[in-house]
């Protein structure tokens, strides 16, 4: 029996690579609102490259300083420690001026830090510990740019697909991290291997400035025809005020209080940080499990953790598809459809890190990290999604401060888990406090979550009088102070 499904031109583009018929059975080039899309996937594909190729590269750091687990714990929460500083003020500060400018200036510090890292190296720890939390403090804006640069562009039919293939950037960029340092690295040294991040950092950065656009109003080439489809979904107002740099760098963050503490935004920045903390033990401990504990060379232990991170970014991929379809079709309320995804991606990863604690060998290891990847990876059409669901005026505060404290648990991740392998020496412990961690986060989000939007609750964003030039009024001056 032949399904209903939405003609083909309704469907979001998983691939961007088979663009849908230009009417004449030739192939049309992306839209606008395509690239954006991809080129937001590529930037966190290179931000966590970067980021995460610290790990495997401290194995080899480690072995020439000689310093202690402690000591690797603590340089391990220096990017943390400095991201989780600046997602306010980059988010509200992307909300004013628009996310192209802020994220430029991410990439590039992202690329400049990490071609210093062969620098601090000469000069011990400390040196290194500076110079990742100085990374980190420049790129924290990133995460809430994203959201802001996406509501601007994406209508609400296409978020979870939008939001679906942004997030497989982080996994294809530990992929890169946690499979290619690591053979770089026994090939020509640590030193060099930071130079070819910084490099490849550095290139995509020009990209991003050559194609990149806040919104459809500041972008060259949208067509006139992609604009009245972004005014018809109620994305794009082409009557707005184009945001305007001057007098804003220095204003201080608007945080909607009702909003953050509101107990749908609660359970997302929860949820985010139950993610983060588990999320980020896998990436930041696993190159020291599978040398210390399975016993392998960084370069083969490196083989093994390629295949989650590549199971991670087929799988973000393919449940932003399928959550873009189920929402098309109106299978599925948003609300549910949220739960759905992210109850899923909580409970297997869950069950995956219990298999991790059973593991004798690298081979089940490795099969357990790929089913934790690939279930994780549903999370990116779950409560990430659901960010952009409940505001339309703060997306970049909320993201912003769910950031913070999802950053909170990354950088106290390393150090705690350092203490319990100093005290314990178990690493099952570890992988079961894990799972337990993930079982809370499953049960708090499928039983709170809402993607109700919430703006009604913030009196002032709804007193604030429209802004008809690039100056503000003194309500909206005074409302940006506040």
């Known amino acids: 029996r032949v ?8 469907w979001p583009n998983p691939v961007g690579l088979v663009a849908r018929s230009s009417g004449r059975g030739s192939m049309r080039s992306l839209s606008a609102k395509e690239w954006q899309v991809y080129l937001l996937a590529f930037a966190r594909c290179a931000l ?16 020439e300083m000689g310093f202690d687990t402690y000591t690797k714990g603590r340089i391990l929460s220096a990017f943390p420690a400095g991201y989780l500083l600046t997602q306010v003020v980059g988010g509200s500060l992307s909300d004013r001026i628009g996310g192209k400018p802020v994220m430029t200036i991410s990439l590039w510090s992202t690329a400049l830090c990490t071609l210093l890292i062969p620098v601090a190296g000469r000069y011990g720890p400390t040196a290194l510990w500076f110079v990742l939390f100085l990374e980190g403090l420049l790129q924290g804006p990133t995460f809430p740019t994203n959201a802001v640069i996406l509501g601007k562009w994406v209508p609400a039919r296409e978020r979870s697909w939008a939001n679906a293939m942004t997030e497989a950037g982080s996994p294809l960029g530990g992929l890169i991290a946690m499979g290619l340092s690591p053979l770089v690295c026994t090939t020509i040294g640590w030193r060099s ?32 025809e992609e604009k009245n489809d972004l005014v018809r979904d109620g994305v794009y107002d082409p009557n707005a005020p184009i945001p305007k740099t001057r007098g804003q760098l220095f204003a201080l963050p608007r945080l909607p209080l009702a909003v953050m503490l509101a107990p749908s935004a609660m359970v997302v920045m929860s949820s985010h940080a139950i993610y983060n903390f588990g999320r980020y033990f896998l990436y930041f401990w696993m190159p020291s499990y599978f040398n210390e504990a399975l016993g392998l060379s960084p370069h083969i232990g490196g083989f093994y953790l390629v295949l989650p991170e590549l199971c991670g970014a087929v799988f973000t991929a393919i449940g932003g598809t399928m959550a873009g379809r189920l929402a098309q079709q109106g299978q599925w309320e948003p609300t549910p459809l949220r739960k759905l995804f992210s109850g899923v991606g909580f409970l297997g990863a869950g069950l995956a890190m219990l298999m991790l604690a059973m593991a004798q060998g690298p081979l089940f290891a490795s099969f357990a990290l ?9 999370h990116g059409s779950g409560f990430k999604a659901n960010y952009q669901d409940l505001t339309e005026s703060h997306r970049g505060a909320l993201a912003g401060v769910g950031n913070t404290v999802a950053t909170l648990a990354s950088t106290v991740g390393p150090i705690l888990i350092a203490g319990m392998l100093e005290t314990y020496h178990s690493w099952t412990m570890n992988f079961g406090f894990i799972a337990l961690c993930f ?3 499953a049960a708090s989000y499928t039983t709170f979550a809402d993607t109700k939007i919430l703006d009604h609750i913030d009196d002032r964003s709804h007193k604030s009088p429209p802004v008809m030039s690039g100056d503000l009024t003194d309500d909206r001056k005074e409302m940006a102070t506040f």
Do not use: H
């Not at 399904?3 to 309704?10: E, F, G, R, T, V």
């Not at 966590?48 to 072995?63: G, H, K, M, N, T």
């Not at 790929?370 to 549903?378: H, R, V």
């Open 3 to 10: 399904l209903d499904l939405p003609q083909a031109s309704q």
């Open 48 to 63: 966590q490259a970067a980021r995460l190729a610290v790990a495997p590269l401290l194995v080899f750091i480690q072995a």
């Open 193 to 224: 291997t930071c130079l070819v991040f910084g490099a490849l950092v550095a290139f995509f950065t020009v990209i991003w400035q050559t194609k990149a656009a806040s919104s459809p109003g500041t972008c060259p080439y949208v067509t006139q």
């Open 370 to 378: 790929c089913l934790e990847g690939s279930l994780n990876a549903m």
């Open 439 to 441: 079982f809370v986060g």
